[in-house]
Structure formats: structure tokens, C-alpha cells
């Protein structure tokens, strides 16, 4: 085998998705720590920047720059090379966040053992679905009092209607967990705080079928509850198959405790079995495929530098097929041009570091001057092709936006604009009105924020945003065939334009979108823009 195709093939590239406080960074700092990336667990990335209030996030953007420490990380576990996106939680969740899944080959889900499945990790989890790819969940937090284990299977198949299968199954939770029962190897791992690394803190292997030694660590009556919930997944539960979790239809589960270090391991190690190296992707020319061709990629992030003094700002990338070496030439098909690559960053644990040589399944971070917009495809100088787009997110948040200063129109237009173009923000029209009335549209509501503190700062306008009340937009799928004017919604719905004149509907609650297909029979609607 060649280095190239041996190189590709041992990587992993995957995004933690879940809701804010279910274990994310915990579970991202376990992995690092088996790496053997980092010494101790917490230096990561500092919790503080992923919980701080809208005007510290501004100073610590200003003072770090570009944050290119919160993308992505690279680390070598086995013999995989591990590439972990970051998918921004807290405050700072955007549309950035849904794109980053556009980067992934697997999702990680972590779910909080005592809240099941929560509304961020179902937007996510959207997204995941849209692309197809294969989604493990990790159960967290089993040290705590948590749900019953069959209604947080079940709660994941209603919730995201996507098939279960336990890969392992927990012996009780929060004081009475004993640990977890293994299907594959048909063993108990028992419960310890390996964190602690003490005699006590050393979990054992124990057979299902050594009955005295499992009773004298789990007691009588966590055994009779094992031994009958084993006959009901037998019974009950889906079958692994391994074609199901590649397609995304089904998830393999895992059950554990990221503080204590607990299935941390056992989770990674099936995990990197099951899940997949990097994958192919379409283009306009058919699928490239990932070791056949040179080298290739697409920007799905852009990400602007809020300090003043530096202006310019980084462009994330997915390199999707062959090497990317320093200082090769790469074509840049939108803008028709060869070029080097400035500079291009790539996260090694907590450090960053100019890549030297990087292959498909790798991100890299480069500067751009302003040449890159979402979804650029580069490739090698002799190709010619471009990837399937980046949809648009739904924005969830909308306002109103006018500027105090209204000589200053020239300004606040080429602002936001520009602003929206780097896609942080989406701004749209009223259907029947000109440019003056702008709406814009955000995932996260810290978006808002950054705007105005944007507009001020890098433009010199000051605006002003009137919050409107409408929490869902749709576009219109079969546009040419619906006549928007004639168009019977509910009382609540809005008719609104985007920048390209693209008709799109907005809404206060989800019952009035159903109402409005009702009313206007063959209307087709889409939760995510066209790319
Ligand atoms: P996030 O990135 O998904 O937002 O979650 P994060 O890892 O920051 O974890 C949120 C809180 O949950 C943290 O506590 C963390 O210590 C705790 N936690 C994570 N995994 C487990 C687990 O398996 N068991 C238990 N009992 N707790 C867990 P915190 O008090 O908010 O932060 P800290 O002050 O302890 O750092």
C-alpha cells in the first residue's frame, strides 16, 4: 500500500455534537488524554472562553486574535490519526456550527444520562441526518443519577427517529453504578474512578458467566436486573449492522462517565472500528475519491479576526482528496486563479503549527485576505471541478435592522453585507419593498451582538435592532411553480426576500408552517436553503 492511501485511510474525522453541560469537553479532553496529547485533563481550551458573557467574548477575540484553537484537533491514537472538529456549544452557537458538520465523516453524540436527548443536539443531529453519516452516541454522565436505560433508547428513536443498538449496557447509575455489561465480549467491566489511578480507582473485567465473582462485585439485586435486562435486549433491541451505521440509519450506543474516565476507552476503541475513514465527495464532475485524485478541498468556515489592527481572516478547509505539501500550488476554482496557500495552521492538541504536509480527511486553516467565500472549492492546478455547495442553515432569531446615522447608508450596506457574505449573519428584504428595510436572520443570538459591535467598530455605523418574534423560516422548494402573491398562510406568517430575490417565508410557531401546506396544496418547503 502506498504511504499516501495508508495515510488517508488511518484517519478519523468527526465533530462532538451536543447540548451545552452534557460532557462534550470533558469527553473531547478523555480522548486527548489517551493520545497521550495532553497531560492533564482541563488544558484544553479553557472552559472560561466557552462561558462567558457576550462582552468578555469580545475582549478574548480581540486579545487571541483568530481563534483557531477552538476548530479543530489533531491527534495520533493507535495507529489513527484523530482529527476532532469543534462544534461551538454555549452562547457562541451559529451557523458555523451546523457548517462544521459539513466537514465530518462521523458524529459524536453525547447525551446527559439524566436529561436524555435536549434541543441543541436535535438541531445537530439534523444536520447529521441530512448528510448521512454514521452518529455513535455516548451516554454520559452514568456516575449521576440518570434515566432508565430502555427510555433513553427510546427517547433517541422517537425524538430523532434513528434505530439503537447498545454496544454496552450499564449495571445502575449515580451511587449505585457497578459498571457496564460488554455484548460483544459478553464481559462486566466494573465501575471505578479511573481518573483516580488508585488501586481502588482500576476497573476489572469480570465474565457474564462467572456468577460468583459478579455477584461479589455487583451484589444480588444488580445482578437478577442484569441478567433479565440481557434477555430483554436480546430480544428486543436492533441488531448491529455494521452497513446500517455507515448509511447513518443506525447508532451504535455506549453508556459511561467522562469525569470519572469510565468506558472512555472502550468507547473510542469500538468507535474507531465502526466508524469510517475519510470519506468521497460529490462534485460537479462526480465523486472524488479521496486517494485517487491530487490533492483537493473546501472552505466551510470563514472565520473574521475581531481585532482591528488585523483585518484579515482565516478560512477553514477540508482537504477531501490526496496530499496538500508546503508551498505546492493549488487552483482556486470560484476565483479562476492559481495561488499558494498563506501560511496554512493546523491544530496539534493545544498548539498551532504550520503544516508541512497534510492529507484528506485533515483541516487546515489559512489566511485570507478576503478571496474566499463558504464552500470554495480548491484543487490541484491541472483539475477543474467544484464541490456540492453548503446549504444555508434556517436562522432562528430575527431582527430589524436600521442605522442611527442614516446619511451613513453607503457604509451600513457595504457592512452588513460584507458581513453576511463571511456567513455569520444572513440578511433578507420585505417581499415588496426595496433595500431600506433590512431583517437579519441569526443562528445564535450572540450573532446580533457581533454584529453591532462589528458594524461600530470596522465601519463606523451605529444600528439599531428591533427584535421580531419569528422563530422559523422556510424556504420556498418549488418556487417557479407557486405563486407567492397568491399565497394563504397563517395571521403570523411573513413573506420575505434574501439578497438574490429567493421568496422565503417566515413563521412565529412550527404549528403555522404545517398550516400553511395545508392551505396551499403542491407548496413544498424546505428546512435548509439550496446550496
Ligand atoms: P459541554 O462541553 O458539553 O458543555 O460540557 P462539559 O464537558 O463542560 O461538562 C459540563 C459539566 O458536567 C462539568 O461540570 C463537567 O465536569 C460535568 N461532567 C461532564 N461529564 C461528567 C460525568 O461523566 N459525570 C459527572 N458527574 N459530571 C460530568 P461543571 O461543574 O459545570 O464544571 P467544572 O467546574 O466541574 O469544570
Not at 502506498?2 to 478523555?30: C, M, Q, V, W, Y
Amino acid at each position: 500500500m502506498s504511504d499516501l492511501i495508508k495515510e488517508i485511510n488511518r484517519r478519523r474525522t468527526f465533530a462532538i455534537i451536543s447540548h451545552p453541560d452534557a460532557g462534550k469537553t470533558t469527553l473531547t479532553e478523555k480522548f486527548l488524554l489517551y493520545g497521550g496529547a495532553i497531560n492533564l485533563a482541563g488544558s484544553v481550551k479553557g472552559k472560561a472562553t466557552a462561558r462567558h458573557a457576550v462582552s468578555d467574548w469580545m475582549e478574548i477575540e480581540k486579545e487571541r486574535g483568530i481563534s483557531v484553537t477552538s476548530s479543530v484537533l489533531q491527534f495520533e491514537y493507535d495507529d489513527f490519526c484523530i482529527n476532532i472538529l469543534d462544534t461551538p456549544g454555549h452562547q457562541d452557537f451559529s451557523e458555523d456550527t451546523y457548517r462544521t458538520l459539513m466537514a465530518a465523516d462521523s458524529a459524536v453524540m453525547v447525551i446527559d444520562a439524566g436529561k436524555g436527548v435536549e434541543a441543541q443536539t436535535r438541531k445537530l443531529f439534523k444536520v447529521c441526518v441530512m448528510r448521512k453519516i454514521p452518529i455513535f452516541t455516548f451516554i454520559n454522565k452514568m456516575d449521576r443519577d440518570a434515566n432508565d436505560s430502555f427510555d433513553l433508547l427510546d427517547d433517541i428513536e422517537k425524538e430523532l427517529g434513528i434505530a439503537t443498538c447498545p454496544v454496552n449496557w450499564p449495571i445502575g447509575s449515580g451511587k449505585g453504578f457497578k459498571g457496564v455489561y460488554d455484548r460483544n465480549i459478553k464481559k462486566v467491566i466494573t465501575f471505578s474512578d479511573t481518573e483516580k489511578g488508585t488501586k481502588e480507582g482500576k476497573s476489572e473485567e469480570i465474565s457474564v458467566d462467572d456468577k460468583e465473582k459478579l455477584l461479589s462485585h455487583i451484589g444480588e439485586d444488580a445482578y437478577s436486573k442484569l441478567s433479565d435486562e440481557i434477555e430483554l435486549l436480546e430480544g428486543a433491541g436492533a441488531e448491529f449492522d455494521q452497513e446500517a451505521v455507515s448509511r447513518g440509519e443506525l447508532t451504535p450506543v455506549f453508556f459511561g462517565s467522562a469525569l470519572t474516565n469510565f468506558g472512555v476507552e472502550i468507547f473510542l476503541n469500538y468507535f474507531l472500528k465502526m466508524t469510517t475513514p475519510p470519506m468521497a465527495r460529490r462534485s460537479d464532475i462526480g465523486v472524488i475519491n479521496t486517494t485517487e485524485n491530487d490533492f483537493s478541498a473546501f472552505v466551510f468556515k470563514i472565520q473574521a479576526n475581531m481585532n482591528k489592527a488585523h483585518r484579515d481572516r482565516v478560512a477553514f478547509m477540508r482537504i477531501c482528496s490526496g496530499k496538500y505539501e508546503a508551498q505546492m500550488e493549488v487552483k482556486h476554482v470560484q476565483g479562476n486563479k492559481v495561488m499558494r496557500l498563506s501560511q496554512p495552521q493546523q491544530m496539534m492538541a493545544s498548539d498551532r503549527h504550520v503544516v508541512e504536509e497534510a492529507y484528506a480527511g485533515d483541516i487546515i486553516g489559512v489566511f485570507d485576505p478576503g478571496i474566499f467565500s463558504i464552500g470554495d472549492t480548491l484543487c490541484s492546478v491541472k483539475d477543474e471541478f467544484r464541490f456540492e455547495g453548503i446549504p444555508t442553515f434556517a436562522p432562528e432569531h430575527f431582527a430589524r435592522v436600521r442605522q442611527v446615522d442614516t446619511m451613513k447608508r453607503k457604509q451600513f450596506v457595504k457592512g452588513i453585507t460584507q458581513i453576511a457574505q463571511e456567513g455569520a449573519i444572513q440578511i433578507f428584504q420585505e417581499f415588496n419593498t426595496g433595500l431600506e428595510e433590512i431583517i437579519v436572520g441569526v443562528v445564535g443570538v450572540l450573532q446580533f451582538e457581533v454584529l453591532k459591535y462589528r458594524l461600530e467598530n470596522e465601519y463606523n455605523v451605529d444600528i439599531m435592532l428591533e427584535n421580531l418574534p419569528y422563530e422559523y423560516i422556510r424556504w420556498i422548494e418549488n418556487k417557479d411553480e407557486v405563486d407567492i402573491e397568491k399565497l394563504t398562510g397563517t395571521s403570523d406568517m411573513k413573506k420575505i426576500k434574501d439578497l438574490k430575490g429567493n421568496p422565503l417565508l417566515l413563521f412565529i410557531n412550527s404549528w403555522s408552517v404545517g398550516m400553511t401546506l395545508e392551505r396551499n396544496e403542491g407548496l413544498v418547503l424546505a428546512e435548509f436553503g439550496k446550496a
